[in-house]
């Protein structure tokens, strides 16, 4: 599952292998950062309870890329999604929410957040089904019909925009290598305990 | 295949310190919501070499926790029947890695559907049974040593014993996240989302919801994505494949139902789908069958 990827030491101006933070090398150090965002994603979920949570690990590329997170809900629950971007340190990534996968051609757009870089942004289940009544109000229906609509899945699609490569002398083999550049974001989603009393 | 580890020879370089990095969240005489707030991960801090970190897959998924799906099966009418679940003896059938994991996914979904049903006598035995099962696959590390006394100090308070479940919850993802474990992390799902179907289709056979229709109709459609997960493992155990294959007819059959190859994206959205009781019988009558399958 994935590409398997060799961290470059260093992702900006520091070009020593060893950070300073306890002989961390930068990968084990973005891991733990990383994973101070995972808490602080999980604590933004109060007062919802914690449902899932999902890390994103992303290496920017010379094209645009894409990576999709499908999210299955519990029909008639609440839910409150929480995203923290600290990881995101190299260009802004985009955001975007749909009801269908990106095979889809007449998926709908429910959420969209653009040049998301550093911090933490957070929206419910109640305002993506709020988005998916509009886009059916518009499309005529009643307000009966509208009030059927069901969010039993969404998915979270992340674009990662291209970036220029830098290369690198690998100093073991000295041949040229390309830096590998990475972000992280953390999504945390959490359900609304008083709808199970 | 001993070896829901697969990968485990391009994981290895990840230095095994960072199993170390789980974290404990029962710490005493805290209330439960500060913790949350409050918990910093600990990380060792010994020099690590030639650390690889795993770019994420273009396509995951995150389903919901075995708590909210036994809490809706609840919600829907499910009648609490201990003889339904997979018996706590059955651990010690589990001798491969794959089966111990599948029913640390099993039993993390029985062990919610005990809780939701206020069954915590029953709930006990679950527990000692996933935490029996998670050492058994290397996962100890997300049961605090206290998690059984502090289960057995808050018997009489749900609420309690489902934050002591939302915990282990969260560490199980957290040491998933942390040690780049995707091969257990889709095994374990299976194994929760099968028992999780199997419960469903219990709740259908039992109440005629359309409710739980629905829900079993995109869960049946996650079961596309755990299928894939299922393909991608390196070490191809014939089990594996016979699970993958048991989950893709579950799905195929869905999809070939009659009623559902008809339905627009509109009718999905709209809450318009609706499957005759034969074609419910028979996506239920393969449910049971791979779940009996896959706990013996």
Redesign the interface.
């Given at each position: 599952?994935?590409?398997?990827?060799?961290?470059a030491p260093d992702q900006k101006e520091d070009k020593k292998k060893?950070s300073s933070?306890?002989?961390?090398?930068a990968?084990?150090e973005?891991?733990?950062q990383v994973?101070?965002y995972?808490?602080a994603c999980?604590?933004a979920l109060?007062p919802f309870?914690?449902?899932?949570?999902?890390?994103?690990?992303?290496?920017y590329k010379p094209y645009n890329?894409?990576?999709?997170?499908?999210?299955?809900?519990?029909?008639?629950?609440d839910y409150k999604f929480t995203f923290n971007a600290d990881g995101v340190t190299v260009e802004p990534i985009q955001v975007s929410v749909y009801?269908?996968?990106a095979s889809?051609n007449?998926r709908i757009l429910i959420f969209e957040k653009k040049s998301v870089s550093g911090g933490s942004f957070e929206f419910t289940s109640e305002k993506l089904l709020e988005n998916?009544r509009n886009h059916?109000k518009e499309k005529g229906?009643s307000d009966y019909?509208l009030e059927?609509?069901?969010l039993?899945?969404v998915y979270v699609d992340y674009t990662i925009p291209a970036i220029d490569e830098e290369f690198e002398e690998d100093p073991d083999t000295g041949r040229r290598k390309v830096v590998v550049k990475?972000g992280a974001i953390v999504?945390a989603?959490g359900?609304e305990n008083l709808g199970?009393k | 295949m001993d070896g829901v580890a697969i990968k485990m020879n391009t994981m290895k370089n990840i230095n095994v310190l960072l199993l170390g990095v789980v974290i404990f969240f029962f710490a005493c005489g805290k209330d439960e919501a500060s913790q949350h707030q409050d918990e910093t991960p600990v990380v060792d801090e010994q020099i690590t070499e030639n650390v690889i970190i795993e770019e994420s897959s273009d396509f995951a998924f995150a389903p919901p926790s075995p708590l909210e799906i036994a809490a809706f099966f609840k919600q829907a009418g499910l009648v609490y029947d201990q003889t339904i679940l997979n018996p706590v003896s059955n651990k010690d059938l589990y001798q491969t890695k794959l089966k111990k994991s599948l029913n640390f996914g099993v039993y993390a979904a029985d062990l919610a559907t005990c809780v939701v049903n206020d069954q915590i006598s029953d709930a006990k035995g679950y527990l000692e049974a996933t935490e029996y099962l998670a050492n058994e696959i290397g996962m100890s590390n997300i049961f605090e040593e206290t998690a059984m006394t502090k289960f057995k100090e808050n018997i009489s308070n749900t609420d309690s014993i489902i934050m002591i479940l939302t915990e282990i919850q969260m560490n199980t993802i957290e040491y998933i996240e942390l040690n780049g474990k995707d091969d257990l992390e889709v095994v374990y799902f299976a194994g929760a989302w099968i028992e999780g179907m199997y419960l469903g289709s219990l709740t259908i056979m039992e109440q005629d919801s359309g409710n739980v229709v629905q829900q079993l109709a995109s869960q049946i459609e996650f079961g596309n994505r755990i299928a894939t997960g299922l393909e991608v493992i390196e070490d191809q155990d014939p089990e594996i494949i016979y699970i993958r294959n048991g989950i893709l007819e579950i799905v195929n059959a869905y999809q070939n139902c009659e009623s559902i190859k008809n339905l627009t994206d509109e009718d999905v959205d709209l809450g318009r789908l609706q499957m005759t009781k034969a074609e419910l019988k028979e996506i239920s009558e393969l449910i049971v069958a791979l779940r009996n399958d896959m706990i013996e």
């Open positions: 599952m994935g590409l398997l990827v060799s961290f060893k933070k306890g002989g961390m090398d990968a084990s973005f891991k733990s994973a101070g995972r808490q999980k604590a109060k309870r914690y449902s899932f949570g999902r890390t994103t690990y992303f290496n890329t894409m990576k999709e997170v499908e999210v299955a809900l519990i029909l008639n629950s009801n269908k996968p889809y007449n998916m059916y229906l019909e059927k609509i069901l039993s899945k990475r999504f989603s359900y199970y | -």
